[in-house]
């Protein structure tokens, strides 16, 4: 079975620029989920889907964050524009449902210059 | 605010050791505390997690142990290999889905 997928693995983009991450959830997962982590720390909750549905978006900086995922399956996760705040790493998550157990992609690796 | 505390921040042991990671929490309503492993360039995989009806949970040489009253629990590696090297979060959540993630224990097991 696959895992989640994420693209690309590396990002370098110039502070001010937009750049977009992708993300393929394990096949009939429902529940999707985008977490920021910060070195060294753990992973924060960015926005929560189930299907298309965007049920938890209270920790998205909504100003320059945003997210969509057509057809329930996979996902954008947009900055613009960037900030040199914003390098981290962006993981994605799904479960078959709520509640179930999360299976996390490799991440997206962010650097803002 | 993080939500969940976690020490220590690194830990070295020997191969054969064992391993504890120590988290706390504050919010009563957590029902649900798993422990994420991550290798780098990795995401973080489940390793265990246990609910609050039962003290310990045990999976091969990995064992949460769980304090209701004092809102701790543990993580040990039992006969640590240098396989296990990784970085180690706890988490909680209310209704399984909201985790709310520790710092992280990087482990670094010597052979």
Redesign the interface.
């Known amino acids: 079975e696959a895992g989640?997928v994420q693209s690309p693995r590396y990002k370098i983009i110039e502070k001010k620029q937009p750049v977009a991450f992708w993300c393929n959830p394990i096949s009939g997962h429902n529940?999707l989920y985008w977490y920021l982590q910060n070195l060294?720390?753990?992973?924060?909750?960015l926005i929560?889907y189930e299907n298309e549905e965007a049920v938890?978006d209270s920790q998205l900086p909504k100003d320059r964050f945003s997210a969509e995922r057509l057809k329930g399956v996979d996902s954008t996760l947009k900055i613009q524009p960037a900030e040199l705040g914003d390098s981290a790493v962006y993981?994605c998550?799904s479960?078959l449902e709520?509640?179930?157990?999360?299976?996390?992609?490799?991440?997206t690796r962010l650097l803002v210059l | 605010q993080q939500q969940?505390k976690?020490s220590p921040q690194s830990l070295i042991v020997q191969k054969g050791g064992i391993s504890i990671i120590n988290c706390a929490y504050e919010n009563t309503a957590f029902d649900y505390f798993p422990w994420?492993q991550q290798f780098p360039?990795?995401?973080?995989?489940?390793l265990i997690a246990i609910r609050p009806d039962v003290s310990e949970k045990k999976e091969g040489r990995f064992t949460i142990s769980f304090n209701k009253s004092a809102k701790q629990f543990s993580l040990h590696i039992m006969d640590s290999q240098p396989g296990d090297s990784a970085t180690y979060?706890c988490?909680a959540s209310r209704?399984?889905?909201?985790?709310s993630?520790?710092?992280?224990t990087t482990v670094t097991v010597r052979a």
């Open positions: 989640v529940t060294g720390q753990g992973p924060e909750l929560r938890d993981l998550a479960s709520r509640g179930q157990t999360q299976y996390f992609g490799p991440g | 969940v976690q994420y360039g990795k995401g973080p995989a489940l979060f988490a209704d399984d889905y909201k985790l993630f520790g710092a992280g």
